[in-house]
Structure formats: C-alpha cells, structure tokens
C-alpha cells in the first residue's frame, strides 16, 4: 500500500493534501497489524505444505524472479527515472 501511495505521489500532477496526523497514525498501524498477521499466516502455511527437505530450494527458486527484477530496474535507473522505477516496483 505505502508503495502504490509513493507511485501515486511521483506521477500524480496534483497537489497532495496533507493527511491529518491521527488518520496517518491508523492507517500505520492497520498496516502493521495486517504485516503482522501476514507473516505468520504464510509461515504456518509454509510449513504445512511445503516439505522441509525442499522447502530451502523452493524459497531460493521463488526469490529468482524477485532479485531479476530488482536488478534490471537498478540497471536501467538512468533511462526508467524516479517514476519509472517506482511503476516497475509496484506493478
């Protein structure tokens, strides 16, 4: 969410309107409680249906694409510009 937000700022023509203080503090913390339930969650069904023999092979095949991506954005940085690499990063 704090991704797509920081696109939006960088390619928006708009003027951004401040956000009070108490709105930005909740929207932080509903944030940290989604994390917070996310991580365990995907843990929990991890160790579930992941075999631990290939669980460390899984997870490295999985990271590939990942470390691809962030690779070619930092390569490209000079051509993508600010905005461009922030819409590569969020999707």
Not at 20 to 49: D, N, Q, W
Not at 52 to 73: A, K, T
């Amino acid at each position: 969410l704090a991704a797509l937000v920081a696109a939006w700022v960088s390619t928006s023509s708009t003027p951004v309107v401040a956000m009070p203080l108490a709105a930005l503090v909740a929207a932080f913390f509903a944030f940290e409680g989604c994390v917070g339930m996310y991580f365990p969650s995907i843990g929990t069904l991890r160790s579930k249906y992941v075999p631990d023999s290939h669980r460390s092979v899984i997870m490295n095949l999985f990271g590939i694409p990942l470390n691809v991506l962030v690779v070619s954005v930092f390569l490209s940085i000079k051509k993508l510009g600010v905005c461009g690499a922030l819409s590569v990063s969020t999707g």
